[in-house]
């Protein structure tokens, strides 16, 4: 069974540019987690997703983030403009139903760089 | 917020057993305790998870005690590929609040 998918890898940019990560959950599963992570802290929720529908954003700084997850399978977030505190890694993470005790599988994650 | 709280560093020979604890002292009835672990440069990986009981798969084993105010991640055999922070969250379900977990090393 493939594992979540993210792109890309690895992505630098100047500060107020925009920026979008790309994530793809296993198969079949209704509920999509973004995280960010800053070094040396442990992952924080940016937004879940059930199916298309958006759970909790209430971590989302949404004057300059946005996600969507059209047709309940794949997900982008985005970052416009970017600021030098965004550097971070961004991880996606997906369950089967996001129900109770539901254990979550993540992605490699995107290291984004804002210089 | 984190609910945990685990000491921020441990060391571990090659071999030996590693044992990770965590402390959850306002667990409530319903939140179950799982563990993850993350591994440089890479995305966070499932190790356990449970509730009440004492629980075992192919990776290591978990000891809840019987208040369920802590609990302990045991490695039974560690090896240097096994040097990774592990994260204990305390969860009702869906919404996972990682601390800084504890970096584990382990020592050839």
């Known amino acids: 069974e493939a594992g979540v998918a993210q792109s890309p890898r690895y992505k630098i940019i100047e500060k107020r540019q925009s920026v979008a990560f790309w994530c793809n959950p296993i198969?079949?599963?209704?509920?999509l987690y973004w995280y960010q992570q800053i070094l040396g802290q442990g992952p924080k929720l940016l937004i879940q997703?059930?199916?298309?529908?958006?759970?909790?954003d209430s971590q989302l700084p949404k004057d300059r983030f946005s996600a969507e997850r059209l047709k309940g399978v794949d997900s982008t977030l985005k970052i416009q403009p970017a600021k030098l505190e965004d550097s971070a890694v961004y991880l996606c993470?997906?369950?089967?139903?996001?129900?109770?005790?539901?254990?979550?599988?993540f992605g490699p994650g995107t290291r984004l760089t804002v210089l | 917020d984190a609910k945990t709280t685990q000491p921020p560093s441990m060391d571990c020979a090659e071999g030996r057993a590693a044992n990770l604890p965590c402390n959850h002292s306002?667990?409530?009835?319903?939140?179950?305790v799982y563990w993850y672990r993350q591994i440089h440069s890479q995305g966070p990986q499932y190790i356990i998870h449970?509730?009440?009981n004492n629980e075992t798969n192919e990776m290591a084993s978990l000891i809840i005690t019987e208040d369920r105010k802590s609990s302990t991640l045991i490695l039974p055999h560690a090896t240097l590929r096994d040097t990774a922070v592990y994260y204990c969250?305390?969860?009702?379900?869906?919404?996972?609040?990682f601390g800084t977990g504890t970096s584990l090393t382990v020592i050839p």
């Open positions: 993470a997906s369950s089967d139903t996001g129900f109770f005790a539901d254990t979550q599988y």
């Open positions: 198969s079949g599963h209704a509920t």
């Open positions: 997703f059930q199916n298309n529908g958006v759970v909790d």
């Open positions: 306002t667990i409530s009835g319903n939140e179950y």
């Open positions: 449970g509730l009440k």
């Open positions: 969250i305390v969860t009702p379900g869906n919404q996972f609040y």
